[in-house]
């Protein structure tokens, strides 16, 4: 993946702009940044026909997923990014700032399970899934418009006091997530492996 240089500059604006440039740098992490082209790399290969499509990104935290989807080669026309944690806002919208100007993207600050849909966007990303217990997560889920094509990640990072909702396995990330799953996959790391799953609510 090419990303273009002004985007590179609005990230170095935003660490150096950061009220927690620590906190800031967690999302250009190795894993993290892996992780979120491993995802886009997967849309591509399985959704080749993305074109002209509304993203909404649950826990969408610091904004480095949207900037990537936008130097991807899918086709994005917006993207709205949601995260409990305000801080995240002013971030993600200065990582994010050329899409920003041009209409394309938006920051809000929010919690993902009372979100509610203006009209049901062509794909719903959550990459948090382990952050919220499960009874928030199926809350979350039953809110996700049936037409919407769904991208959920999450981890057996145990370890970590924020990862409330972690799953053993991926085959145990699936039956959580109860969706007519097209792609399931692992990415391993040193320390973790991280699984993600494509495919949308069932007919129920």
């Excluded at 919690?111 to 382990?130: A, Q």
Aim: glycine residues 4%; hydrophobic residues 35%.
């Amino acid at each position: 993946m090419k990303i273009d240089i002004e985007d590179v500059l609005f990230w170095m604006d935003a660490i150096r702009n950061s009220d927690n440039r620590y906190r800031t740098l967690e999302s250009f992490w190795k894993g993290q940044v892996k992780s979120k082209i491993w995802l886009i790399e997967a849309l591509e290969k399985h959704n080749r026909s993305i074109m002209n499509a509304d993203v909404v990104i649950h826990g969408g935290w610091n904004g480095v997923l949207s900037s990537l989807l936008f130097n991807s080669n899918l086709g994005i026309r917006h993207i709205t990014s949601i995260d409990i944690d305000r801080t995240c806002e002013n971030t993600a919208n200065t990582i994010n700032k050329r899409y920003e100007i041009q209409g394309k993207f938006n920051s809000i600050t929010q919690d993902m399970v009372t979100y509610k849909y203006d009209k049901p966007p062509y794909l719903i990303i959550n990459t948090s899934c382990e952050h919220i217990n499960q009874e928030q997560y199926l809350e979350w889920l039953s809110n996700v418009p049936k037409s919407s094509t769904v991208v959920l990640q999450s981890n057996n990072y145990f370890e970590l006091d924020e990862h409330i909702n972690c799953s053993k396995n991926l085959e145990e990330f699936v039956k959580k997530s109860n969706l007519k799953v097209d792609v399931a996959e692992t990415l391993s790391f040193e320390k973790y492996d991280r699984y993600m799953i494509i495919g949308k609510k069932q007919n129920v």
